[in-house]
């Protein structure tokens, strides 16, 4: 595996993070969990914030390591060179 492909991933997933943030802030942008005395809301609407907000998490985690692993090998290859 190389640098260029690590790069790959981690704009991939700042892609699919910055799609998810913007779906989640242009549709969903109340969505909250509510206490026993609030009213609740739409259970899809529920469903998909929670499901845009993993994909947010899921793809910070995995652009986080990318980077990482992308210095790692560059420090790797220039300590080789």
Known sequence: ????TVLKLFVLAL???????ALRRAFLWD???VSWDQ???SLWALGAAFLLR???NIAAVVAG???IVAGVMRL???RAA
């Open 1 to 4: 595996m190389s640098v260029g």
């Open 39 to 41: 009213e609740p809301q």
């Open 31 to 33: 969505v909250a969990p």
């Open 65 to 67: 390591l990318a980077l």
């Open 54 to 56: 993993s994909l947010e």
């Open 76 to 78: 790797i290859r220039r």
């Open 15 to 21: 892609a699919v993070f910055a799609v998810a943030f």
